[in-house]
């Protein structure tokens, strides 16, 4: 039987795909995997940071932390968390990093420094439990920051 061409070979090895072609898109899901990463980090520094900025910033009279844009923003995104640690739901933004990073064709983290590190600060093993007490606590927190630091009323213009 004749040895198969090198053109063959590849077709047969990438399922048909160009290997330039194939390396592009793994890198587009990388690059997007870590975008979505980034956006992860920041609604999790946003939520906690929030947090303590409205605490800090009540007691020091900072007028900016009762905006009731900002208010609304931060409690609606502490309820997300907190509903979907009751419902059981894993995160949405882990599911799509997971995804991405799968067809990247990335099995363990292999990313850049900051990826790394916003990596490691993320995502910690402890049992499903441990993190719906966790962001309970946590919504608790920002109820009573409600009442503690009180927003200004919306004002609606006509």
Do not use: Q
Not at 6 to 26: N, P
């Amino acid at each position: 039987m004749p040895a198969a061409s090198a053109t063959t070979r590849r077709c047969i090895l990438t399922a048909g795909y160009d290997l330039r072609t194939l390396k592009v898109s793994k890198m587009i899901h990388r690059v997007f995997a870590d975008i979505v990463l980034v956006l992860h980090f920041a609604f999790v520094a946003f939520v906690v940071l929030g947090l303590v900025l409205v605490l800090v910033g009540g007691a020091l009279r900072w007028r900016w932390v009762r905006n009731p844009w900002f208010r609304w923003c931060h409690v609606l995104g502490i309820l997300i968390v907190f509903l979907h640690a009751w419902a059981g739901i894993r995160c949405p933004l882990t599911i799509l990093e997971i995804e991405l990073r799968t067809r990247a064709g990335e099995t363990t983290y292999t990313g850049g420094f900051i990826a790394h590190w916003m990596h490691e600060l993320l995502f910690f093993d402890a049992p499903p439990w441990f993190f719906t007490v966790a962001y309970t606590i946590f919504g608790g927190l920002v109820a009573a920051s409600w009442f503690l630091v009180r927003p200004r009323r919306m004002r609606i213009t006509r």
